[in-house]
């Protein structure tokens, strides 16, 4: 396993279409272990192929708690099946949009079909954090980040305040 570079925004990259995976392979294995130890190294507790520069509509995910045991989850090729009428609001972050937390409303469940990590097709009921949780590494599949159900003007000043980080960063 290996921990590989996050993406962070403004980036091309992250606006991609993820094309679908065509089988579980071990090399889809491979990726997918290197994106969890990415994702928990970070920390986080979800992350999408696109945001390790990798178009392919695979996401991994952990919400235990701290106290809990790990719990780590894979989707691949996720789609959803149903969406709920009513809506959930949850303050949302993402490993690349760092260190800004920004409430998003969403539908509140979501029913989702998806491989797992050997290749196995499931269904899942979701609601609470995972049904947002889900919703939000699959925006990434389609090229959106929470930061596109924010208002025009609130998006702007999270992206240049990263996009001026990132040339701090690349001065020194
Ligand atoms: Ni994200």
Known sequence: ?????????????LTQISKPVEA???EIRALMDDML??????PGIGLAAIQVGVPLRIIVMDLAREDEEPDPRYFVNPEILEISDDLATYAEGCLSVPD???????????????LDYD?????????EMLATCLQHEM???EGILFVDH????KRSMILKKLQKQK????SV
Do not use: C, N, W
């Open 100 to 114: 800004f937390y920004e409430d998003v409303e969403r539908p509140a469940h979501v029913r989702v079909r998806y």
């Open 150 to 153: 924010l208002s025009k003007l």
């Open 139 to 141: 925006d990434h599949l």
């Open 119 to 127: 290749g196995e097709l499931r269904e899942i009921e979701a609601d």
């Open 24 to 26: 579980v392979t071990d």
């Open 37 to 42: 130890e990415t994702m928990y190294a970070a």
């Open 167 to 170: 040339r701090i960063q690349e």
């Open 1 to 13: 396993m290996a921990i590989r570079d996050i993406i962070i925004a403004p980036d091309a990259r």
